[in-house]
């Protein structure tokens, strides 16, 4: 059977992509295979990889406020829809706030199966986006004859309820994220961290990732630990932003981007705590990945608590309202205490040093649902029952 994904985009900067493309890696293309409906351009290695695979990606061009107010996204996913809808027993959206446009034409089309999947427990960042994004959320639901989720707190934004919910867990290849000593000692080394002690971030520089809250808390504590350095991958619009903020602060020789990276698994063995102050998430994969790699994870209390699959996630507040004050010009107690207690737990942590243990955190998450080869399984099941009950 085939089914049709929706999504944004198939780049390596993206949660949702990621976790996506995860599951088609570990699928058996001969009893469920994935083509791709995607608004930005794939890269090329990409595209060869899903041809290997007699996967298509249909690029139906750039989502924006133009593109969908003047008809024109409308009419390219009309076009597809029109030739293609036949070939899918199940379209799978992971873009709700255009399922208005694709799942009201695959209904029209045929498509019996209709999933919207939601990856994130808040609407965008901004009261506008918000606001845009709740009606157009729920008005692409009407379409919608099935529902997934990351987690149940990502259910509940989109759906109001976990009631017939179907939470798909980001799961991941378990055995490239555990720990490897040597692994560890050969990235220390090409990062020129050899003594350090390693804070490490990988994230879109978008508002919602809270990378000037990053920045803020790194300082505090690089003041108190010089031996210490910041590793950021990711890219985005914000990057040039952080980028100056951190040339005010004179962090140059202390912070590192490294941009978006093929192999983030290596730099997780180099790190020695994930931080995650993001504003909200859904089920962010990367502190999966983190925790497989055993690594002590301070994360947002924004964030879900079904993302402590292990031991070793610390919940911390932030100030949503003021997430970018200087240190030197803080006068909201809430964000000073705050970044004084993310200070004080990487002191923590630093101290701690327990790298002999990491190794066994590998397993821990496996056992909790998150190794993608028996999830994958699970997906291709519950595509195929679908594709049964159509047939009955």
């Not at 698994?265 to 502190?287: I, R, T």
């Not at 919940?315 to 200070?343: E, R, T």
């Amino acid at each position: 059977m085939r089914v049709l994904q929706v999504i944004d985009d198939m780049g390596l900067n993206s949660g949702v992509s990621s976790m996506l493309l995860n599951y088609y890696r570990y699928i058996d293309h001969d009893k469920v295979n994935f083509d791709f409906m995607v608004y930005n351009t794939v890269s090329d290695d990409v595209k060869e990889y899903c041809k290997q695979n007699h996967s298509r990606i249909y690029e139906v061009g750039p989502l924006s406020g133009k593109t969908v107010l003047d008809g024109t996204l409308y009419k390219k996913v009309e076009g597809l829809m029109k030739r293609y809808a036949k070939k899918y027993d199940v379209i799978h959206g992971h873009e709700p706030n255009t399922a208005f446009i694709y799942m009201k034409l695959a209904k029209k089309y045929g498509i019996k199966n209709r999933i919207i999947h939601s990856h994130n427990a808040k609407g965008a960042d901004g009261m506008i986006k918000k606001a845009r994004n709740f009606i157009l959320n729920h008005y692409g639901l009407k379409y919608a004859t099935d529902y997934c989720a990351c987690s149940k707190k990502a259910a509940k934004y989109l759906y109001g309820t976990t009631n017939h919910v179907n939470v798909i867990n980001n799961a991941i290849d378990i055995d490239k994220f555990q720990f490897q000593p040597e692994v560890r000692n050969r990235m220390r080394k090409k990062l020129g961290v050899e003594n350090m002690f390693v804070v490490g971030h990988v994230g879109r520089f978008v508002p919602q990732k809270n990378h000037e809250y990053i920045i803020d808390v790194f300082w505090q504590f690089h003041q108190k630990v010089q031996d210490s350095k910041l590793v950021l991958i990711g890219d985005g619009e914000l990057m040039d932003t952080i980028k100056q903020k951190v040339r005010t602060l004179h962090l140059e020789d202390a912070v590192l981007f490294e941009g978006v990276q093929n192999n983030v698994h290596e730099y997780m063995q180099a790190m020695d705590v994930f931080v995650l102050p993001s504003m909200y998430e859904g089920l962010p994969v990367v502190c999966v990945e983190a925790q497989a790699a055993g690594l002590s994870c301070i994360v947002s209390k924004e964030v879900t608590r079904e993302i402590k699959i292990t031991k070793n996630v610390i919940f911390m507040g932030i100030d949503n309202k003021y997430p970018a004050l200087h240190p030197a010009i803080q006068s909201n107690q809430k964000s000073q205490k705050d970044m004084k207690d993310w200070v004080q737990e990487l002191i923590r942590i630093r101290e701690k040093k327990n790298v002999d243990s990491r190794k066994l955190y590998a397993d821990r998450v496996a056992k909790k649902g998150f190794n993608i080869q028996e999830q994958s399984k699970k997906l291709e099941n519950y595509y195929m029952e679908l594709g049964a009950n159509i047939k009955c």
